[in-house]
T-cell receptor
Framework: DAGITQSPRHKVTETGTPVTLRCHQT?????MYWYRQDPGHGLRLIHY???????DKGEVSDGYSVSRSKTEDFLLTLESATSSQTSVYFC??????????FGQGTRLTVV | AQSVTQPDIHITVSEGASLELRCNYS??????LFWYVQSPGQGLQLLLK??????LVQGIKGFEAEFKRSQSSFNLRKPSVHWSDAAEYFCAVAPIYNQGGKLIFGQGTELSVKP
């Protein structure tokens, strides 16, 4: 299995609080992604990174920011969590456009 | 706009029966095509992928998929389903000149297997 670790695996937070999710990889892959998974929507891309300090928005980026200061770490921050951001968040990595490997997911509940 | 459609939200089949999960895509050119499987509480695992060449692709766990350009489809099949195949299945596409694995997913099809 690809070396991808997401932390935390589960989190409950209150509306309006900041939240940071971490994705750590040991594969030295160039590309990293954050997706959210919601029933009936499959997985939707939030943000992605194509190198250290190089990031771009995906289709559902509003309310989220990311940072990548090291190849191995990609952080997703919810500046002020809302109930609509309750979801399962997946990190993925890839070296080329031929295959992406996914982490185990983080279940976030905003109450 | 680019999109992937999985028409069946939920399918139930009997163990030992054959399976076909449908996937249609809308894209300007033939993209790279993927099928992923997700077991409950787990991440996604790649079943198979199509880039070019033979339109019938073999994957892991006995799955195969057939690319039909004329129908913009990439349906997943398995001749005999096992109880352990119960999971959610996602079809995904990526543009050929995509930087990295930036995927567009379908909504998913949940597969239940009856004993």
């Amino acid at each position: 299995d690809a070396g991808i670790t997401q932390s935390p695996r589960h989190k409950v937070t209150e509306t309006g609080t900041p939240v940071t999710l971490r994705c750590h990889q040991t594969e030295n892959h160039r590309y990293m992604y954050w997706y959210r998974q919601d029933p009936g929507h499959g997985l939707r891309l939030i943000h992605y990174s194509y190198g250290v300090k190089d990031t771009d928005k995906g289709e559902v980026s509003d309310g989220y920011s990311v940072s990548r200061s090291k190849t191995e770490d990609f952080l997703l921050t919810l500046e002020s969590a809302t109930s609509s951001q309750t979801s399962v968040y997946f990190c993925a990595i890839s070296e080329t456009n031929t295959e992406a490997f996914f982490g185990q997911g983080t279940r976030l509940t905003v109450v | 706009a680019q999109s992937v459609t999985q028409p069946d939200i939920h399918i139930t089949v009997s163990e030992g029966a054959s399976l076909e999960l449908r996937c249609n895509y809308s894209y300007g050119a033939t993209p790279y095509l993927f099928w992923y499987v997700q077991s409950p509480g787990q991440g996604l695992q790649l079943l198979l992928k199509y880039f070019s060449g033979d339109t019938l692709v073999q994957g892991i766990k006995g799955f195969e998929a057939e690319f039909k350009r004329s129908q913009s489809s990439f349906n997943l099949r398995k001749p005999s389903v096992h109880w352990s195949d119960a999971a959610e299945y996602f079809c995904a596409v990526a543009p050929i000149y995509n930087q990295g694995g930036k995927l567009i997913f379908g909504q998913g099809t949940e597969l239940s297997v009856k004993p």
